[in-house]
């Protein structure tokens, strides 16, 4: 198997130990209906993760778990995820623009947090000795995110915590950096960090940072799922879209897709995951390899 960079990976992945298991989604984008295909793809994704995901410690989502933000739309999150009846590993949550933008802020963000059990903005947790870290707009926009002094502050201290160049520390936000991943070339469109400088310049402090995003919905056998990995910095993923799929035709597609991430002593593999056909997208297969920087 040969990642998008020209990189072996998976071989003899199970002769070694590994060390941590997690799913990153984003773009759910569920609706009330609850015949409505987002919310169906959410489900086959869910079911994916029950089946092949036993050792995982987490479902990380980045943002736009509502297609509008409405109450009842969190209600069918919940429906659906309820499902499953206690199968799914524990969900952490940052913030999407759909769920949050056009319309009063804090009652917006009220809904937000009830309808995820989610408790702040931005938030962190430690998880089988990794570090995870998510952001989160300060402000309603339509597109952009918005990230305050303080959160890029406190985001600093949170990667000085675990500042080991050989140790991954994990982080989430919806909007991806300009330039960086697919979708989020200037003329695409589908970047989205109003302090897009002051956040490069953070995270390029803490080269063993892996930055995962969603909100461009590329799909994952798209050129540039992946920026930084083979360098010395932070590396960068595109997560796609569980609800549907963009590409590089500037074309809407149905699909649903996502990462399985895996933890060894060395490396980090990324794997891409087609949840509507139940297959490994071969073309998003990457290995990070620790230390870094």
Known sequence: MVDQNGMKVGEGRRDEELLLAFQVITDTHVRA??????????????????????????????????????????????????QFGGRLPPLYVTMGNHDVALGNWEARLGQFLRGTGTEDIYHDHWIDGYHFVFL???????????????????????????ATA???????????????????????????????????????????????TGHTHWELDAPNTSFGVRGEGPAMFNAASVAYLWSDEDEHKNGSQGFYVEVYRDHVLVRGRDFTRGEWVEAAQFRVEYPRG
């Open 33 to 82: 209906d609850e015949q409505h295909t987002h919310n169906v793809n959410l489900e086959l994704a869910l079911r994916d993760i029950v089946e092949n995901g036993a050792e995982s410690a987490g479902i990380m989502h980045a943002g736009d778990v509502t297609d509008h933000g409405f109450p009842e739309e969190y209600e069918a999150w919940n429906r659906i995820w309820e």
């Open 136 to 162: 989160g707009t300060e402000e309603g926009l339509e597109l952009f995110s918005s990230l305050s002094e303080k959160q890029l502050a406190w985001l600093d201290d949170k990667l000085g915590e675990s």
């Open 166 to 212: 050989d140790r991954p520390v994990f982080v989430f936000l919806h909007q991806p950096l300009m330039n960086t991943v697919a979708g989020s070339y200037e003329a695409q469109r589908w970047y989205g960090v109003v302090q897009d400088a002051e956040l490069r310049a953070v995270l390029a402090r803490h080269p063993q940072a892996i930055l995962f």
